[in-house]
């Protein structure tokens, strides 16, 4: 009877926390959204990226040509822009970047409760640990990663991270509840490996460094299922050894999904990771960043290292070291159950981190800075266990527990006020970036002179000509879009023929605009025979229709 009490007083308690969570999360990233809107009508798609991906959304319902499933693209994972789709219907929305707020804030919140629980069932099992500090040790981990500046500007923005977070940490909860049912022989957990594998799947159609996660569960689960066949070798538990890997192989359908669909649009299953200008080798080897990365683990580790200080603090990532270590004298099957999930944890940022040294990843300080992302639940969960783990006498410390959990926020609260925010200076660089501004420029100049009538020619490549669209305005489908791999179309050699009355070119365009750029460069004469430049700055120039 008293069990039970204590089970419902705890349900209720950690409600309670998660309601509050949720209520706190959301609410930061709304006030922190307006607040930067407000003082930069641009500062929720400072990344060009996120602006790319908005535009990715919105081109599956609002394109010139064949809107929809023909527009999901290649090299970027297609599930965050089907969910951008959505709020990406509202112009207010998508013009102003809070489509992809709508998408990853309520990922942030969420992967925030799931931390909070993943954190209050792993401490709740270790030996000697005072019980009722463990609800606010798992709301102090969670908000440590939903109040980190660094991750609230990547939970307002369109980036994939959010999504991709919500995805990882959910298949890590859900392989933690699997572990607890099957280790516990209280029953097979099928349900909760289902879900793990659908949450797998879902992440690898976010971002490549989930197709790491695939690989480490089905891993995890044989190694689970050989130990316990040692003891157990009846029928029933044969079949559901069967069950289980069977129900694995669903984490693998996201990937499969992606080489099919390469294959029967591009007739390459690898063309994610070949296209030209667009894969990540492609870009790498061309930027100069590979250089100081390929094949050198100390230039590798010290990028990373210096931006995971300058993220998550010192004191954080010292706690977490220590915890570490802790863990490692902890005896017993369950601590052993629990170093599964450990490595499940570390698996996304070992991917980015070999990536790096295989010159496909690219990294600098700041540049790629929220990369280091991933391994937010790895250190939380690992500094729960060192504050769960203190002595009694400075665990029941309120003033130790209070100076270390200050301290923990204080550096947060430094990055903010000394402009630190090594995501939101990446994000910034970017927007303040050569042609980037002028890009901008020339979106609202198009936006004011554009009376809706023919079609816009944009000739400046895909990264600046997102650019110009999202200040603009201005519908997808009033756009004919131009790159090398559009010169099929026949407006892009008479585009005066086909109710293209307006022209924008840029004079430094991006690598897949280049040709077409200098094809209209060496026929100057005929453009000029039926257009007539009404603006121009240091890089675009707008033509409209005599």
């Not at 309520?106 to 500090?133: D, E, G, H, M, Q």
Request: include cysteine; glycine fraction near 6%; charged fraction near 15%.
């Amino acid at each position: 009877m008293e069990a039970g009490l204590h089970t419902i007083s705890h349900d209720i308690h950690q409600r309670k926390n998660i309601a509050i969570l949720l209520i706190v999360i959301t609410s930061s990233g709304l006030a922190t959204a307006f607040y930067m809107y407000s003082a930069d009508k641009y500062a929720l798609t400072y990344y060009g990226d996120a602006g790319s991906h908005l535009i990715a959304g919105r081109k599956l319902f609002d394109w010139r040509e064949n809107p929809g499933w023909d527009q999901i693209g290649t090299v970027w994972l297609p599930l965050p822009h089907f969910l951008l789709m959505f709020p990406s219907f509202i112009d207010g929305l998508f013009f102003t970047g809070f489509a992809g707020l709508a998408v990853s804030l309520p990922s942030l919140a969420i992967t925030s409760a799931l931390l909070y629980k993943i954190i209050a069932r792993v401490l709740s099992r270790i030996p000697n640990v005072n019980t009722s500090l463990v609800p606010y040790i798992a709301l102090l981990g969670a908000l440590l990663y939903a109040i980190n500046p660094n991750f609230l500007y990547l939970g307002i923005t369109a980036m994939t991270e959010a999504p991709f977070m919500l995805f990882f940490v959910g298949s890590a909860y859900y392989l933690l509840r699997w572990i607890e049912e099957y280790k516990d022989g209280r029953s097979s957990g099928l349900r909760y490996l289902v879900v793990c594998s659908v949450f797998v799947s879902a992440a690898t159609l976010c971002r490549y460094e989930g197709w790491i996660l695939s690989i480490f569960l089905i891993t995890s689960v044989v190694i689970a299922v050989l130990r316990r066949r040692k003891y157990r070798t009846e029928i029933a538990e044969n079949r559901t050894v069967l069950y289980a890997i069977a129900i694995v192989i669903i984490s693998f359908s996201g990937i499969a999904f992606w080489f099919v669909f390469n294959d029967i649009n591009y007739g390459d299953p690898l063309e994610f990771a070949n296209a030209q200008y667009y894969s990540a080798a492609s870009q790498a080897l061309n930027r100069p960043v590979r250089e100081n990365l390929f094949l050198q683990p100390y230039n590798v580790m010290s990028v990373y290292g210096i931006t995971a200080v300058m993220v998550y603090g010192p004191i954080l990532l010292v706690a977490a070291a220590i915890g570490y270590f802790l863990h490692r004298r902890f005896k017993g099957d369950w601590m052993s159950s629990m170093r599964h999930l450990l490595a499940f944890l570390a698996a996304a940022p070992i991917f980015t981190i070999i990536s790096m040294l295989i010159g496909i990843g690219e990294m600098t300080l700041w540049f790629n800075s929220r990369f280091v992302v991933l391994l937010a639940p790895l250190l939380i969960l690992l500094v729960g266990l060192y504050i769960a783990r203190q002595p009694q006498k400075i665990a029941n410390n309120r003033i130790f527990l209070v100076g270390f959990i200050v301290a923990l926020f204080a550096f947060q609260l430094v990055t903010v006020v000394f402009s630190a925010v090594v995501t939101l200076a990446d994000a910034t660089g970017g927007f303040t970036y050569k042609h980037t501004p002028f890009a901008v420029l020339t979106g609202e100049k198009l936006a004011s002179i554009y009376d809706g009538n023919g079609a816009i020619m944009i000739i400046t490549g895909s990264a600046q000509e997102h650019r110009i669209m999202l200040a603009s305005g201005i519908a997808l489908r009033n756009f004919d879009s131009i790159i090398e791999s559009s010169t099929w179309k026949q407006s892009f050699r008479e585009p005066w023929k086909y109710d293209d009355r307006w022209i924008v070119i840029s004079k430094d365009p991006d690598s897949d605009g280049v040709k077409v750029v200098k094809y209209w460069s060496d026929h100057r004469k005929e453009l000029d025979l039926h257009y007539q430049m009404i603006y121009e700055n240091q890089y675009y120039e707008i033509l409209a229709m005599k």
